[in-house]
Nanobody, 118 residues
Framework: QVQLVESGGGLVQPGGSLRLSCAAS????????MGWYRQAPGKERELVAD???????HYADSVKGRFTISRDNVKNMVYLQMNNLKFEDTAVYYC????????????WGQGTQVTVSS
């Protein structure tokens, strides 16, 4: 099994910054990617950013230029630096780890709330 624990969420004003962290533990092998998703009230969960083990990074168009994902393979951590936050960034942010095998297995953290409000 894989355990993912997020931290770093909170309340921030528009234009502010937050840094999310996710610590992975357990059966961490054959990792395909690690990343961040978010889910706002009444909306579906969406990809924010992910980083593949070979280095490829994807960002949602809505966060390009504002968010930066990084990964520490030694510490089994993934981070999301969020700058210039907007009201529409308010959501629960979930850490994701995709593990390869016969099929791809997805693991999720418990989520951390990010609220952008003045």
């Amino acid at each position: 099994q894989v355990q993912l624990v997020e931290s770093g969420g909170g309340l921030v004003q528009p234009g502010g910054s937050l840094r999310l962290s996710c610590a992975a533990s357990g059966s961490i092998f054959s990792v395909v990617s690690m990343g961040w998703y978010r889910q706002a009230p009444g909306k579906e969960r969406e990809l924010v950013a992910d980083v593949y083990s070979r280095g490829t990074i994807h960002y949602a168009d809505s966060v390009k230029g504002r968010f930066t994902i990084s990964r520490d393979n030694v510490k089994n951590m993934v981070y999301l630096q969020m700058n210039n936050l907007k009201f529409e960034d308010t959501a629960v942010y979930y850490c994701n780890l995709a593990r390869g095998g016969v099929i791809i297995s997805n693991y999720w953290g418990q989520g951390t709330q990010v609220t952008v409000s003045s």
